[in-house]
């Protein structure tokens, strides 16, 4: 099988020659063997274009064998042999039957090959996903139990007395709260179904979803000072209300951790006329101009800080465009005049 396997991964030019000279050889043996069966010798081509087709992309490569195939059989094998003879009656027909059967077999090799393909990369993102899924979920419980942990220790009177010990703690609290906070996002991303970035929405109450969020940063930055804006309308929109917490949460985060802000910040929520606007504005040192227009590719914003210094939010800032562009929403960033503003938008009606 090997051999085969490797015979069938040469240069398909090189394959397409040598399946129609294998053809003709054994046509030759046949012809030799049964003379009076000379009618089935076009059999053997056809079983070589069905070879061709499958083995190579595209149609030239069939409809090329499939002229060589026909010219073959009229100068090998019909009379005079060794001669090509173009008045032979029936001869169109037999070009255009193999010509057919050639670019029948191509097009459904080729859908055949693309579905194929498509069904090993969805299961290679399915297994991905999962795997994502599970070291997640096993490194979640131990970091929520070292953050419980230390978070008492801090608060021992022995620990408190002595401020390198409390430094340290410290340290080690933060820390964890940041690997649980990627954990979680790399939860949310194995939410988002498939190589076409599909969620499962249901109708949700944006004021829920905004309170949920405020309050589970809260829990992990305490001191954080958030300023929350809502419109007077009742408002309820279909999105994954999980994924869009996780957006909120990062881009609130980022704002607490990262801008210095002088003042809270504020999570401004307005209509338009087809969407829902989420704004995150700080009143901080703004963003690089050079990182503004990149700043959701995924690229760490603080690679030249070391190790000790404030994690960069490069990474939750794109799975934020993930998430938002999967809700068929916008996402972007600018600086204003006292900072930097994070803007996100999803549509009123489901596009889906």
């Known amino acids: 099988m090997k051999p085969l396997i490797s015979f069938l991964k040469v240069h398909p030019a090189i394959l397409t020659i040598l399946i129609i000279s294998a053809a003709t050889l054994c046509s030759f043996l046949f012809f030799f063997c049964v003379p009076s069966g000379s009618a089935n010798i076009a059999l053997f081509y056809v079983f070589a274009l069905v070879i061709i087709a499958r083995y190579t992309k595209g149609y030239r490569y069939g ?3 499939a002229l060589a195939c026909v010219v073959f059989i009229n100068y090998f094998f019909t009379l005079p042999h060794f001669k090509l003879n173009f008045t032979l009656s029936g001869y169109p027909v037999t070009f255009l039957v193999m010509l057919a059967i050639a670019l029948i077999i191509s097009t459904l090799t080729s859908h055949m090959k693309r579905q194929a393909e498509a069904l090993a990369e969805a299961e290679k993102e399915k297994m991905r996903a999962n795997l994502l899924r599970a070291v997640s979920h096993d490194l979640r419980t131990p970091l929520t139990s070292i953050i419980g942990s230390v978070a008492a220790l801090r608060e021992t009177s022995s620990i408190q007395a002595d401020a390198e010990l409390y430094e340290t703690a410290s340290h080690i609290y933060d820390d964890a709260n940041w ?8 939860l949310s991303v194995t ?12 109708m949700e ?9 405020v309050t589970r940063l809260k829990k992990r930055l305490p001191e954080a000072q958030i300023e929350v804006l809502l419109p007077d309308e009742f408002i309820m929109i279909p999105m994954d209300a999980i994924l869009i917490e996780q957006v909120l949460i990062n881009l609130l985060e980022n704002a607490v951790v990262h801008a210095q802000s002088r003042r809270p910040i504020r999570l401004h929520i307005f209509l338009e006329p087809d969407t829902v606007v989420f704004e995150v504005m700080d009143y901080g040192i703004g963003i690089p101009e050079e990182l503004v227009h990149t700043i959701f590719d995924g690229i760490p914003a603080c690679e030249s800080r070391s190790a000790d210094s404030k994690k960069g939010m490069g990474i939750g800032l794109g799975i934020c465009k993930t998430i938002i562009l999967a809700h068929n929403g916008s996402i972007s960033a ?18 889906y």
């Not at 690997?179 to 790399?186: C, H, I, K």
């Open 191 to 202: 939410r988002i179904q498939g190589t076409d970035a599909h969620v499962k929405k249901s």
């Open 63 to 65: 409809v090329a064998s």
């Open 179 to 186: 690997l649980l906070n990627m954990v979680e996002n790399l």
């Open 205 to 213: 109450v944006v004021e829920e979803v905004v309170s949920e969020s």
């Open 334 to 351: 600018k600086n204003h005049a006292d900072g930097a503003v994070f803007t996100f938008t999803l549509p009123i009606v489901s596009a």
